[in-house]
């Protein structure tokens, strides 16, 4: 397969090359431990052109992805077209670009420079908050600019994803000051959107000091942020209508989290005589939880009305195997956790809880709207890529697909209209 990419480069080479024997440092992305990350590698170039180079290298690297040259190389960045196993380590053709990633580069140099410039002033006292505040959403407002402009010319998926893996190589020494946008970025609890995440994100509060407050502050200012908040209280009000005119109902949580509705609706869980099957597969988000409900009287150390359980949500395709885990419900929701479901799986997941509901029960199945928020924000600033980007459209489609009656949906939004809640009755 690699003599035929080459062969096939070859045919469509334009240039001449010309022997270039030179050391070249480069850098690429690679998956370690399940994340894809930046490294740092060393080769040996071979023969050169106006628009390509030819590298010996130790690592293999795929075809299509692309490499950033440290030094020695006009150009910043070539997309490999060929990597041919050899002797000695890997022979590599790359084709160079010189536009497309210039543009990118120069501007996430300038974001740099305006974010240093930014900082020097929170020092400064005298210095107008709301104005610090308003220079750091212009400077996100500039280089969201140039990441947007980037996609949309360059369009190859593994072309862009390696190219926000160096933007936030490049930026990690300043956008870590921030708690929030750093904690996006690195996943300390091993996946994206964790409940301590969650939580900060609930409260509102900047957690850093310095340029980090500041960044806390527009993190927190975001309009996916604020429908966040907006999604737990528009479920809380959700929730509560339903335990109002309900006994005895039995609900069940999926990827529960901290459970901060639970807590909040714990007097009327206590007085609907609710039964609640909270699951998550976090340790710590149950064990935050079970410390949260210790101070109601719906706390699982001394109720029966709270069972706060470890479970893997996807294994929840299989109706069989729900039934036998949980039995028929009368409320079943998750806010979150549907929108990182790929499409397909999605389906049979919705398809097998709708089976689950007992006659007159409800599922309740929230999703971010992605016309209404911008996407390439959590691609680049942060690495908080895992929700998939879907309209309205799309998720109807999904509901149909589902098996769902359009007779038994009715939608909601948020107050900020960037959040859908379906509710869907049987």
């Not at 090359?17 to 370690?32: G, H, L, V, W």
């Not at 020097?120 to 500039?142: R, Y």
């Amino acid at each position: 397969m690699e003599n035929v990419l080459k062969a096939q480069y070859e045919r469509v080479r334009r240039f001449e090359r010309k022997p270039f024997t030179q050391s070249i440092d480069y850098s690429f992305s690679s998956i370690i431990d399940r994340k894809r990350k930046w490294l740092k590698a060393h080769g040996r170039s071979f023969d050169i052109s106006e628009n390509g180079l030819g590298i010996y290298t130790d690592y293999p690297l795929e075809p299509g992805h692309i490499i950033w040259f440290n030094e020695g190389i006009e150009d910043k960045a070539g997309f490999v077209k060929y990597c041919i196993k050899s002797d000695n380590g890997y022979r590599v053709g790359v084709e160079l670009d010189g536009k497309h990633v210039d543009i990118i580069d120069e501007a996430t140099e300038l974001f740099n420079k305006r974010l240093e410039e930014i900082e020097k002033k929170c020092q400064n006292k005298n210095e107008n908050p709301q104005d610090i505040l308003q220079a750091i959403e212009d400077a996100i407002s500039e280089i969201r600019n140039a990441y947007i402009h980037f996609e949309e010319k360059v369009k190859d998926r593994n072309i862009i994803r390696d190219a926000q893996i160096r933007f936030r190589e490049k930026t990690n020494h300043i956008i870590s000051k921030s708690y929030f946008m750093n904690r996006a970025r690195t996943w300390p609890q091993g996946y994206q959107g964790d409940y301590k995440m969650l939580e900060g994100m609930y409260r509102n509060t900047p957690l850093s000091q310095g340029l980090g407050y500041y960044l806390d502050l527009a993190f927190l200012r975001a309009p996916l942020t604020v429908a966040v908040r907006n999604r737990i209280e528009k479920l809380r009000t959700i929730l509560k209508d339903e335990l109002l005119i309900r006994n005895n109902p039995a609900v069940l949580n999926i990827a529960c989290g901290s459970c901060r509705e639970v807590f909040e609706l714990s007097s009327e869980i206590e007085s609907s005589s609710a039964k609640f099957t909270c699951i998550d597969l976090d340790n710590d988000a149950l064990a935050f939880a079970a410390n949260r409900l210790s101070y109601t009287n719906i706390s699982p150390l001394s109720s029966k009305q709270v069972v706060l359980r470890k479970y893997n949500a996807l294994r929840m395709f299989d109706h069989e195997l729900n039934m036998k885990e949980f039995g028929k419900q009368d409320i079943i929701y998750s806010v979150g956790f549907f929108d990182y479901l790929e499409t397909e799986f999605l389906i049979r997941i919705l398809n097998s809880l709708y089976q689950l509901l007992n006659s007159g029960g409800i599922l309740i199945a929230a999703f971010k709207d992605a016309n209404r928020y911008i996407g390439p924000d959590y691609h680049w600033i942060v690495d908080w890529d895992g929700f998939l980007q879907r309209n309205e459209e799309e998720f109807r489609n999904i509901l149909t697909m589902a098996n769902i009656p359009d007779s038994a949906i009715s939608e909601n939004r948020d107050n900020s209209g960037l959040i859908v809640f379906y509710l869907i009755r049987k």
